[in-house]
T-cell receptor, first 115, second 111 residues
Framework: GAGVSQSPSNKVTEKGKDVELRCDPI?????LYWYRQSLGQGLEFLIY????????KSGLPSDRFSAERTGGSVSTLTIQRTQQEDSAVYLC?????????????FGSGTQLSVL | GDSVTQMEGPVTLSEEAFLTINCTYT??????LFWYVQYPGEGLQLLLK?????DKGSNKGFEATYRKETTSFHLEKGSVQVSDSAVYFC??????????FGTGTRLTVIP
């Protein structure tokens, strides 16, 4: 497709279960970013990839969160043993490169609800 | 670490009023600065950017000037319209080329 695609668009899970969120960036974009948007919390940086490597993982909230990117394209964000405070919209974005003035293109997000 | 602090909202203005949304930053080196906008029901999109001190970014009647001396990048528009109602995010590209966002400011413009 032409834009950043995220799946699923909505995910409801039970506390303690693992979830996987997927992001398909725009073709040819080498940089990929994950953010979390919680009500009243703005956009929280989680991790970004340049190619398949992650220069900055500092935003991952805990060791329950992990992300990988393979083939310089699709990325998955995995949350293990989900907690209610993990409920949020998880946004993925990509850019042509991680250059200083590159703009990000955002997906529509995955709304995660942990019951 | 690198961060942005953004004026808290919500902000409600009448049509044709003047808008300012404050944004200040903390960063090592010389970051690039951005404003992103999220219209109702849509994803975030870039509104404007500035990559060095004294640069002015502008788009759709909005402007912001990169002020190194005050570490600020305030968003302004001279005459807002109902269609400008959205959430506005200030953002900074840090030393590791990651991109940090502020908490967002919700603007509502009433006719």
């Amino acid at each position: 497709g032409a834009g950043v695609s995220q799946s699923p668009s909505n995910k409801v899970t039970e506390k303690g279960k693992d979830v996987e969120l997927r992001c398909d960036p725009i073709s040819g974009h080498t940089a990929l970013y994950w953010y979390r948007q919680s009500l009243g919390q703005g956009l929280e940086f989680l991790i970004y990839f340049q190619g398949n490597s992650a220069p900055d993982k500092s935003g991952l909230p805990s060791d329950r969160f992990s992300a990988e990117r393979t083939g310089g394209s699709v990325s998955t964000l995995t949350i293990q043993r989900t907690q209610q405070e993990d409920s949020a919209v998880y946004l993925c974005a990509s850019s042509l490169s991680a250059g200083r003035d590159e703009k990000l293109f955002f997906g529509s997000g995955t709304q995660l609800s942990v019951l | 670490g690198d961060s942005v602090t953004q004026m808290e909202g919500p902000v409600t203005l009448s049509e044709e009023a003047f808008l300012t949304i404050n944004c200040t930053y903390t960063a090592t080196g010389y970051p690039s600065l951005f404003w992103y906008v999220q219209y109702p029901g849509e994803g975030l999109q870039l509104l404007l950017k500035a990559t060095k001190a004294d640069d002015k970014g502008s788009n759709k009647g909005f402007e912001a000037t990169y002020r190194k001396e005050t570490t600020s990048f305030h968003l302004e528009k001279g005459s807002v319209q109902v269609s400008d109602s959205a959430v506005y995010f200030c953002a900074l590209r840090g030393a590791l080329n990651n991109l940090f966002f502020g908490t967002g400011t919700r603007l509502t413009v009433i006719p």
